[in-house]
């Protein structure tokens, strides 16, 4: 692979699910072009876009102005910023304002944010009147190489994360690359974590590449979109392959299950984001592979040099004031993984881009690599 050496037009990545098929564009400045492409697809729509506080500050009238560019009605719907959105009061009050701006079968719910707002606005385009068009604007890093594409939409319940959702796929996902530059520095870190797992996962070379041009991905030059679009490209095909989650879409939770737990012991706070939460359970994914003999090289050393340079959290003892024991973890994945007959899955690794689901992995072994690792 070599670096693009300027920007490109804007890259279109199909995600090939027949007829809930639809266009994932990625492009700096996309966003001023939404009306255009949404009257393209849906001539005559109304729409609503649903927003938090943060983004809708720096890049609500963006988008309105497009809108009405191409002769759309909008009416705005903002939330407060922060995974709290993900709640039944939050989607009682979308539902509310949706039906109050008068949204019809035939109209579009515009999800402009993060992943927080894009579960949200996804899960509310699917249930309200039994389902409206919905289009992802993700304004993340984390959001533009993952979970806008895919289809996956959910709130939390006090029980768990994502436990109330429906699979219900975007009409078009537009990723305008330049709205990261207004993303603080330690989000766009946490969504590199999301980045590199889809070289870890299945592109090694997609994984050097990274390690020869991830500064220019954080700087922002074309090397961004290019980043972004293979890691489209990686999740929508796994998608089309597996749309429900039966079998491979699985190795996308690669780094999760220790990531959640993780997670989980330190409160679901900003003492560590998901994707840094993701970067330590990679890591830990690796040296686990490593302990359980199914690799010989040091890829493990090398992914761990790779998140750390790039700011990410690879020790334990990077997680401010983390107070938690080898069992306290294992409480924590036993309740995010089903137990089987006394066994877990995890996705593992033979090495970079070498991941696959064992079902087989036993909780003592598990147990015995995190106490070392809390040690
Ligand atoms: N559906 C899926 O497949 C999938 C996959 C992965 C993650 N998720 C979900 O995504 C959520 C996390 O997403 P996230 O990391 O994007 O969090 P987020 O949506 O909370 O965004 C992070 C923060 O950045 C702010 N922000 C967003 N865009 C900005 C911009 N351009 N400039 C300035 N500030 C901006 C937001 O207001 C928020 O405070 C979680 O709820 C997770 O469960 C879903
Ligand atoms: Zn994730």
């Not at 255009?36 to 963006?62: F, M, Q, S, Y």
């Not at 497009?66 to 705005?76: C, E, H, T």
């Not at 039966?246 to 939770?253: C, D, I, K, P, Q």
Request: net charge neutral.
């Amino acid at each position: 692979m070599t670096v693009p050496l300027r920007f490109a037009e804007a890259t279109t990545v199909p995600a090939a699910l027949g007829a809930r098929g639809y266009d994932i564009v990625i492009g700096r400045g996309l966003l001023a072009e939404l009306g255009k492409r949404i009257a393209a697809l849906k001539p005559g729509a109304c729409a609503a876009i649903v927003t938090d506080e943060a983004v809708a500050a720096r890049h609500l009238n963006t988008a309105e102005t497009a809108l009405v560019a191409a002769g759309i009605r909008a009416a705005p719907i903002i939330v407060p910023a922060g995974e709290s959105s993900k709640s039944w009061r939050v989607l009682e009050q979308v539902c509310d304002r949706l039906l109050e701006a008068r949204i019809e079968r035939n109209d579009v719910v515009i999800a402009l944010g993060g992943g927080v707002v894009g579960d949200l606005a996804g899960f509310a385009a699917a249930i309200l009147r039994r389902g409206l068009d919905v289009v992802q604007v993700p304004t993340t890093l984390l959001a533009q190489v993952d979970s806008s594409v895919g289809g996956k939409t959910a709130i939390n319940s006090n029980r768990g994360k994502n436990l109330i959702g429906a699979f219900h796929q975007p009409i078009l996902v537009v990723a305008d690359t330049a709205l990261l530059d207004t993303l603080p520095a330690r989000e766009f870190r946490a969504g590199y974590a999301e980045l590199a797992k889809f070289g870890l996962l299945g592109d090694a070379g997609f994984f050097a590449w990274l390690e020869a041009n991830w500064q220019d991905v954080f700087a922002g030059s074309a090397a961004r979109e290019h980043a972004i679009a293979v890691a489209c490209r990686g999740k929508a095909g796994i998608v089309a392959r597996d749309e429900r989650e039966t079998g491979e879409r699985a190795l996308l939770n690669l780094g999760h299950t220790f990531g959640h737990a993780f997670e989980a012991a330190a409160g679901f706070s900003d003492r560590l984001l998901h994707g840094e939460a993701v970067a330590l359970g990679i890591v830990c994914a690796f040296e686990f592979s490593t302990r359980l003999g199914l690799m010989s090289t040091n890829d493990a050393g090398r992914v761990a040099h790779h998140l750390a340079a790039a700011g990410l959290p690879t020790r334990l003892s990077d997680i401010p004031a983390l107070r938690t024991d080898a069992d306290a973890l294992m409480n924590l994945i036993a309740q995010d993984k089903k137990v089987q007959r006394g066994k877990l899955t995890f996705i593992l690794v033979r090495g970079i881009g070498q991941a696959f689901v064992a079902r087989d992995v036993d909780p003592a072994q598990v147990r015995a690599f995190l106490a070392e690792k809390l040690s």
